[in-house]
């Protein structure tokens, strides 16, 4: 399961109990139109509910080398894949792995604070004559009306306009708060004897095997089990290691 795929996973498991209204996507996508227009950026806001993206060209499409004319409308798909073609390669990979340590980051912020930040990223992308732009992304995710759950997905690719430090941060937007989110800040989702159960199961061994190893109970590796499996919102002990893997837990 590559990043990609687990973000899918993680997306699709999400359980929209409320549909929003036509007039929320609306909403969104004129607040899109506004970005572009003010700020000259190329916004994407992609709907998690429908599986479509909405492609707004402010200014910087005209220095990128993307096409406007492909998408009218929407693009049939949260994933915008002819903007990532732009996207240097190694930046591309990094910036899908970001996010996805950005999901998990406000998943577990209470749900007063949730969406009240945004990840920004150091990319390059490709300009029309072959040069790379220094970029600055910037996602915003958006509830659903559970205030819980995330409906959109705010993309804006601009130039970089602020002297970003990190390759990626998080800005909490009310208190001006950076957090950095670092490849094994993975590790900090599970306890350390969450990541030595996880280990052992990775290697195969089974609950009883784990117990004589770690020298606790058969009911204790079952409890480190449910809580690994719920704070990595994966469905069993299989996907909780691919997952592992991919944020470098394991």
Not at 92 to 99: D, I
Not at 197 to 225: C, F, M, Q, W, Y
Request: proline share 2%.
């Amino acid at each position: 399961m590559n990043i990609r795929e687990t973000l899918n996973s993680e997306f699709s498991r999400q359980h929209l109990n409320t549909v929003m209204t036509d007039d929320a996507l609306e909403r969104y996508v004129r607040i899109a139109e506004g970005y572009a227009e003010i700020e000259n950026v190329l916004a994407v806001l992609s709907d998690l509910h429908t599986n479509k993206s909405y492609v707004i060209h402010g200014s910087f499409s005209d220095i990128v080398d993307v096409d406007k004319e492909r998408y009218s409308e929407y693009i049939p798909s949260i994933w915008e894949d002819d903007i990532f073609k732009a996207i240097n390669s190694d930046d591309l990979e990094m910036k899908m792995l970001q996010e996805l340590l950005f999901f998990h980051y406000i998943s577990r912020c209470s749900k007063s604070r949730r969406f009240n930040h945004c990840l920004m990223q150091r990319l390059r992308m490709r300009s029309r004559n072959g040069e790379w732009i220094e970029t600055l992304h910037r996602l915003y995710y958006i509830p659903a009306q559970d205030g819980k759950t995330i409906r959109f997905a705010l993309c804006l690719y601009g130039a970089m306009t602020i002297n970003l430090k990190a390759d990626a941060v998080v800005i909490d937007i009310l208190t001006g708060e950076t957090i950095k989110l670092n490849k094994p800040s993975g590790i900090k989702i599970l306890s350390p004897q969450e990541i030595s159960v996880l280990k052992l199961i990775d290697e195969g061994n089974r609950s009883k095997g784990i117990a004589d190893i770690l020298g606790i109970s058969l009911h204790t590796v079952s409890r480190h089990r449910q809580n690994i499996i719920a704070k990595l919102k994966v469905r069993n002990s299989a996907e909780a290691c691919k997952i592992a893997r991919t944020l470098s837990i394991l």
